[in-house]
């Protein structure tokens, strides 16, 4: 439900957008998701679908032809992930507007995404209300972050050093982390993420050396005993 707060918040940016008409582009690798935030966005008077992306190399083609105002990203693609993608696009343009909406809890990717720049992060059972307010605010400059994700950044700004061995991974690192952790062969990920079995198994050393762990069981150990399973 919407609260008060919420709907004169919106109100106040809606007369900021001073019938200005944001272009939205959807980078999603799934078609059905795609064409269901598109129906979202269709129903909102100031919002437009700028354009689609299946992938994050689609993505980033677009971003240099294409006139867009926000872009809503997906982390979970083949080949470029959503974290490189969005990366790439801060390089390019450190004012650019990229919401993350993801199928994975705040606790797993967030923080590191709203680090790399990103103005917000949601949850792909968001509310229709809510992701059209934070493409809303995104457009405005201003940052969605929610109750959740304000306590993590806190804790991630404490002086408290004692963060988790997953923290110093890269995204991809992370993201083999946890599908190794799920029982995926070195192959099966591969496959999966659309890379050679050479790089997948480069990043496992990377990952075992990084956190200082030996094997493939003592990688699914921590994945467990740390909440990382999807």
Known sequence: MQTKANHDDNHYIIRQLGGSVIRVLIVDDHAV?????????????????????????????????????????????PEISGGDTLKQIMAHDKD????????????????????????????????PEQLVGAIRNAYVGKKHISSTLADLLLQECSTDSSKPLH?????????VLKMIGSGNKVSDIARKLSLSVKTVSTYRAHILAKMNLKN???????VIQNGLLS
């Open 167 to 175: 923290s110093s991974l890269s995204d991809r690192e992370f993201q």
């Open 96 to 127: 650019a507007k990229v919401l993350i909406l993801s199928m994975y809890e705040e606790d797993q990717y967030a923080v590191r995404l709203m680090k790399a720049g990103a103005s917000g992060y949601l949850t792909k059972d968001v509310a």
């Open 33 to 77: 998701v795609r064409q269901g935030l598109r129906r979202i966005l269709d129903e909102a008077d100031d919002i437009e679908v700028a354009g689609e992306a299946s992938d994050g190399a689609e993505a980033l083609s677009l971003n240099h032809t294409l006139q867009w105002d926000v872009m809503l990203l997906d982390i979970s693609m």
């Open 216 to 222: 493939n069981a003592e990688l699914t150990y921590y």
